[in-house]
C-alpha cells in the first residue's frame, strides 16, 4: 500500500465498513501483531445537524508523512481516512489507525497521532445549523507557532 | 508578487502583494479590517512549509498561507 492510500479523503461521511475492511484485509498477514482502529461518530449535540470541514491537503500530506515516518521507525505503519464537506450526525467523519508488532507501541501510537491530529492538521471544522456552517471557534486549536504576524 | 493565501474560515480572496519578507506582510494584514482580528491566532506557511519566525526572506511567486485555529476528526 502506497502512502498515497495510507491517508484518503472522501466527499461526505466515511464508508467506515469499507474502509476498515480494506485495511484489515491489507495488514493481517504482514505480521502485525496489534491493529488499533479509531472512528470517530459525529454526536447529536447542541442543535447541529451534522459538521463540515475544509482540508488544506499539501500541508496535510506532509504531516501525515512526518508521522509515518516516525510510525515506521517503530515498525509501525499510520492509516487515516478523513471527510470534506459535509457529515450528518451518526455517521464517520474521521478513523485513524496503527498496525504494529506490538501492542504498547501501537496503543502509544494511537494516542498521540490522534492527538497531534486535532492540533496540528489543517482542517477546519463547522457546525451545521439550519443548513448554514458555522466556524467552531471555540473547539479549534491554534498551531504551534502561531501568531508570527501579529 | 507573492500571493497570500487565507485558509479555512477566514474567508478571504487571495492577495497578490510586491513584499521581500514577512514583516513587510505583517505590516500590511495589519491594516487589513478582514484579517487584523485573526493575526494572532493564524499559524503561517511559506510554499506549504510550516514556519515558526519572521525572519523569512520572500521571492517573486513565493505563497503564504495563513492558517487559522484547526480542528480536525
Known amino acids: 500500500m502506497t502512502n498515497e492510500n495510507k491517508l484518503q479523503l472522501f466527499d461526505g461521511d466515511l464508508p467506515v465498513e469499507q474502509i476498515t475492511n480494506n485495511w484489515y484485509k491489507e495488514f493481517k498477514d504482514s505480521n502485525f501483531g496489534a491493529i488499533i482502529t479509531f472512528v470517530g461518530v459525529v454526536r447529536d449535540e447542541d442543535g447541529i445537524d451534522g459538521l463540515s470541514f475544509d482540508i488544506y491537503e499539501p500541508i496535510l500530506n506532509s504531516w501525515f508523512e512526518s508521522w509515518q515516518n516516525k510510525a515506521n521507525d517503530l515498525n509501525a505503519v499510520v492509516l487515516m481516512a478523513h471527510s470534506k464537506g459535509d457529515v450528518l450526525n451518526h455517521t464517520s467523519s474521521y478513523i485513524a489507525a496503527v498496525c504494529s508488532p506490538k501492542r504498547r507501541v501501537a496503543l502509544e501510537l494511537i494516542d498521540e497521532f490522534v492527538e497531534d491530529f486535532k492540533k496540528s492538521a489543517p482542517i477546519w471544522k463547522y457546525d451545521l445549523i439550519d443548513g448554514k456552517r458555522e466556524y467552531a471557534q471555540d473547539r479549534s486549536t491554534a498551531i504551534n507557532g502561531a501568531g508570527i504576524l501579529s | ?73
Open chain 2, 1 to 73: 508578487m507573492v500571493t497570500i493565501d487565507f485558509l479555512g474560515p477566514i474567508n478571504r480572496d487571495s492577495l497578490q502583494v510586491d513584499i521581500k519578507n514577512l514583516s513587510e506582510l505583517s505590516e500590511i494584514l495589519k491594516k487589513d479590517e478582514q484579517v487584523s482580528s485573526w493575526l494572532g491566532n493564524c499559524a503561517v506557511a511559506v510554499n506549504d512549509t510550516m514556519i515558526s519566525s519572521k525572519d523569512i526572506a520572500l521571492s517573486d511567486g513565493d505563497k503564504v498561507s495563513l492558517l487559522p485555529p484547526v480542528c480536525g476528526g
